[in-house]
């Protein structure tokens, strides 16, 4: 615990940034250390505010505390970075590449399936039907059931614009 009541002397990384005298029964010492949970926590406060996320681990059991705090960091770090979409930004732009991998990986076992064939002498190309009935799954199962767009920056340092279900689908760069 990081707490004043542990021996240490210092308070948690969350008293530190309040500039609070750190309590025994403190319920964000457990989950922000004294040297780097101020930095985490700075976060949380923006975000959420103390009072509420103080509220928010108390009506959380003990033993899920720790990752409720670790879920509420990464949300306002993420709310921070993106404030309209926060971390759903990132899981769709996730959601995006899991679907494109997985019609990477059909095209490709598609591509072995018609080298496999024209070695064994038949023409693979002439019977697409085949290639339908050995990979049955369809571009359409691997979309998203939800419809939007969402910006996300991309390592070049320009923002990427993605949209997906009801509104035109695909990458625009602005």
């Given at each position: 615990?990081?707490?004043?009541?542990?021996?240490?002397?210092?308070?948690?990384?969350?008293?530190?940034?309040?500039?609070?005298?750190?309590?025994?029964?403190?319920?964000?010492?457990?989950?922000?250390?004294?040297?780097?949970?101020?930095?985490?926590?700075?976060?949380?406060?923006?975000?959420?505010?103390?009072?509420?996320?103080?509220?928010?681990?108390?009506?959380?059991?003990p033993g899920d505390r720790s990752e409720a705090a670790a879920t509420v960091t990464y949300e306002a770090q993420a709310r921070l970075r993106d404030p309209i979409y926060g971390c759903v930004a990132h899981i769709f732009a996730l959601q995006q590449q899991v679907a494109t991998l997985?019609?990477?990986?059909?095209?490709?076992?598609?591509?072995?399936?018609?080298?496999?064939?024209?070695?064994?002498?038949?023409?693979?190309?002439?019977?697409?039907?085949?290639?339908?009935?050995?990979?049955?799954?369809?571009?359409?199962?691997?979309?998203?059931?939800?419809?939007?767009?969402?910006?996300?920056?991309?390592?070049?340092?320009?923002?990427?614009?993605?949209?997906?279900?009801?509104?035109?689908?695909?990458?625009?760069?602005?």
């Open positions: 615990m990081a707490s004043s009541a542990g021996g240490a002397g210092s308070p948690c990384g969350a008293c530190k940034f309040l500039r609070r005298k750190c309590a025994a029964e403190c319920v964000f010492a457990p989950h922000f250390c004294a040297e780097d949970g101020a930095a985490q926590f700075a976060a949380i406060h923006k975000v959420f505010g103390a009072s509420n996320a103080a509220k928010l681990l108390q009506q959380v059991p997985q019609m990477q990986v059909l095209q490709a076992k598609a591509r072995v399936a018609q080298q496999t064939m024209a070695a064994a002498g038949g023409q693979a190309a002439g019977s697409p039907h085949l290639l339908q009935q050995r990979w049955p799954m369809e571009p359409e199962s691997l979309s998203t059931q939800s419809s939007g767009c969402y910006s996300a920056p991309s390592c070049d340092g320009s923002a990427s614009m993605y949209c997906f279900g009801e509104q035109e689908e695909g990458s625009y760069t602005r």
